[in-house]
T-cell receptor, first 113, second 107 residues
Framework: DVKVTQSSRYLVKRTGEKVFLECVQDMDHENMFWYRQDPGLGLRLIYFSYDVKMKEKGDIPEGYSVSREKKERFSLILESASTNQTSMYLC????????????FGSGTRLTVV | KNEVEQSPQNLTAQEGEFITINCSYSVGISALHWLQQHPGGGIVSLFMLSSGKKKHGRLIATINIQEKHSSLHITASHPRDSAVYICAVRSGNQFYFGTGTSLTVIP
């Protein structure tokens, strides 16, 4: 069974902490994505990557960075967490061309206090 | 203006009813997805469409490329269908999402 695995289901961090959210997929997908989901705003793209060491900004990259050192792993980094980054974070992956279906992880609910 | 608009935002139905959720988009697309998100956050990809119609069990998805419109239908709805349904489109290497339709099916 193919999977996108996010390292934590729930996370509580303090303002100013550096936060790492990890995502691993086992489908050999080229594309990987990080979204945040907030009530009334739907899913918003933070960053995506279409290859190892490649990254592209999404709609709301401010306050975030990403790392993709290996094809299967895509990390989202909050350099200095703030309370407005309290949200549900979802990772997804897909093939680059053809078979455009997404597979999503189960999400990480991050609370910054 | 959102590139993807869904309607309705909220929907309550009695068990057994036929349900339709609509999605309109304003960009040229290579594919449209219908996603289902259950309480607790997990998202499942239901359909990926680039033309015509697809059916899976009680779920049917249609797309009209000329009108830039897609519909998701649920026949004989059941309380376990209660979830948020999200329309998403791929345009080049960009992805756009609707804000979702929250469906509640009452026994």
């Amino acid at each position: 069974d193919v999977k996108v695995t996010q390292s934590s289901r729930y996370l509580v961090k303090r303002t100013g902490e550096k936060v790492f959210l990890e995502c691993v997929q086992d489908m050999d997908h080229e594309n990987m994505f990080w979204y945040r989901q907030d009530p009334g705003l739907g899913l918003r793209l933070i960053y995506f990557s279409y290859d190892v060491k490649m990254k592209e900004k999404g709609d709301i990259p401010e306050g975030y960075s990403v790392s993709r050192e290996k094809k299967e792993r895509f990390s989202l980094i909050l350099e200095s967490a703030s309370t407005n980054q309290t949200s549900m974070y979802l990772c997804a992956s897909s093939f680059l061309t053809g078979g455009y279906g997404y597979t999503f992880g189960s999400g990480t609910r991050l609370t910054v206090v | 203006k959102n590139e993807v608009e869904q309607s309705p935002q909220n929907l309550t139905a009695q068990e057994g009813e036929f349900i339709t959720i609509n999605c309109s988009y304003s960009v040229g697309i290579s594919a449209l997805h219908w996603l289902q998100q259950h309480p607790g956050g997990g998202i499942v990809s239901l359909f990926m469409l680039s033309s015509g119609k697809k059916k899976h069990g009680r779920l049917i998805a249609t797309i009209n490329i000329q009108e830039k419109h897609s519909s998701l239908h649920i026949t004989a709805s059941h309380p376990r269908d209660s979830a948020v349904y999200i329309c998403a489109v791929r345009s080049g290497n960009q992805f756009y999402f609707g804000t979702g339709t929250s469906l509640t099916v009452i026994p």
